[in-house]
T-cell receptor, first 114, second 113 residues
């Protein structure tokens, strides 16, 4: 069965600090990979996605993620966080065969201190 | 607003009552998903429609839950004989095809008292 693991449940950073959130997935086939963000009181929004090609993908608001196939990982990074990045971040996978559902990790709650 | 629309936004119900939620996906999105999210957890898959066909239902889902998508447009999720454990945020998402992201609605927050 597919699964997604996010290792950091709560992260607290000061503004301008660098961010890296871990995500590992379990699935033997080809997948699409996503990072979603949920700001307080808002709906889930796409941050970035990987389908194929360059394993380093850039998303909105200066976020990027690197797909490492050998490690089944898709870690999210941002060189310098801002107070407005305070939110919950979810990694998700979507298999390209069989079931088409999106499987989410448990999320990482990020708090950025001004 | 052409995003995914869910109604109602909030629902408080007494244990044992039935509730129904509605989701209007983005126009022409043929795939529709229902998820449930509780505090501190990621969205948990409930069921998936491609057009009007319900192609997958979570094995963890009680038979008190049923979903429909008549004519492949809006969808409804019904919970019969609600229990306190059903209290959660119920999310709807849609996508136009497989190789793209899912677009989420604001969700319906259910509280069973």
């Amino acid at each position: 069965a597919q699964s997604v693991s996010q290792h950091n449940h709560h992260v607290i950073l000061s503004e301008a600090a660098s961010l890296e959130l871990g995500c590992n997935y379990s699935y033997g086939g080809t997948v699409n990979l996503f990072w979603y963000v949920q700001y307080p009181g808002q709906h889930l929004q796409l941050l970035l996605k990987y389908f194929s090609g360059d394993p380093l993908v850039k998303g909105i608001k200066g976020f990027e993620a690197e797909f490492i196939k050998s490690k089944f990982s898709f870690n999210l990074r941002k060189p310098s966080v801002q107070w407005s990045d305070t939110a919950e971040y979810f990694c998700a996978v979507n298999a390209l065969s069989g079931t088409y559902k999106y499987i989410f990790g448990t999320g990482t709650r990020l708090k950025v201190l001004a | 607003d052409t995003g995914v629309s869910q109604n109602p936004r909030h629902k408080i119900t007494k244990r044992g009552q039935n509730v129904t939620f509605r989701c209007d996906p983005i126009s022409e999105h043929n795939r529709l998903y229902w998820y449930r999210q509780t505090l501190g957890q990621g969205p948990e898959f409930l069921t998936y429609f491609q057009n009007e066909a319900q192609l997958e239902k979570s094995r963890l889902l009680s038979d008190r839950f049923s979903a429909e998508r008549p004519k492949g447009s809006f969808s409804t999720l019904e919970i019969q004989r609600t229990e306190q454990g059903d209290s959660a945020m119920y999310l709807c998402a849609s996508s136009p095809e497989l190789t793209t992201e899912a677009f989420f609605g604001q969700g319906t927050r259910l509280t069973v008292v």
